[in-house]
């Protein structure tokens, strides 16, 4: 009896992670993009940018925002990908793909050698 309960959960809680998933992907994160844009081209992000650039000393701020400072094209994280719009390193979800695929490859070649 408890099994298709938690079963049912299960599908529920999997439902709902994608529904909230495709919100977020599909509306939220397509606003923020547009704002940011808009305000690195005209707005505050333009204005700081600039003061940023024209400070001489050396800062974390300039390290993290390079990219922005000096954009620029950079490599496709995934040479095999090079028409995908999010084919960066810097992007999160191609570093944790990453990040999560090299134990299971160091499991699978563990498994393979300890045979």
Same mark, same amino acid.
């Given at each position: 009896?408890?099994?298709?309960?938690a079963?049912?959960? !299960?599908?529920?809680?999997? %439902? #709902? &992670?994608?529904?909230?998933?495709?919100?977020?992907? /599909?509306?939220?994160? +397509?606003?923020?993009?547009?704002?940011?844009s808009?305000?690195?081209?005209?707005?505050?992000?333009?204005?700081?940018?600039?003061?940023?650039?024209?400070?001489?000393?050396? !800062?974390?701020?300039?390290? %993290? #925002? &390079?990219?922005?400072?000096?954009?620029?094209?950079? /490599?496709?994280?995934? +040479?095999?990908?090079?028409?995908?719009?999010?084919?960066?390193?810097?992007?999160?979800?191609?570093?944790t793909?990453?990040?999560?695929?090299?134990?299971?490859?160091?499991?699978?070649?563990?498994?393979?050698?300890?045979?």
């Amino acid at each position: 009896m408890l099994i298709p309960i938690a079963s049912t959960l !299960s599908s529920i809680i999997i %439902l #709902l &992670s994608y529904i909230c998933y495709n919100f977020w992907s /599909e509306t939220i994160v +397509p606003q923020k993009r547009l704002e940011l844009s808009k305000s690195k081209r005209t707005g505050e992000i333009k204005s700081y940018l600039t003061d940023l650039k024209d400070t001489e000393s050396p !800062s974390i701020e300039k390290w %993290l #925002l &390079s990219d922005w400072l000096n954009p620029e094209k950079k /490599e496709n994280a995934i +040479p095999f990908l090079k028409d995908a719009k999010w084919n960066s390193g810097d992007n999160p979800v191609v570093a944790t793909a990453a990040l999560l695929l090299i134990p299971v490859l160091f499991e699978g070649v563990y498994r393979i050698i300890s045979r």
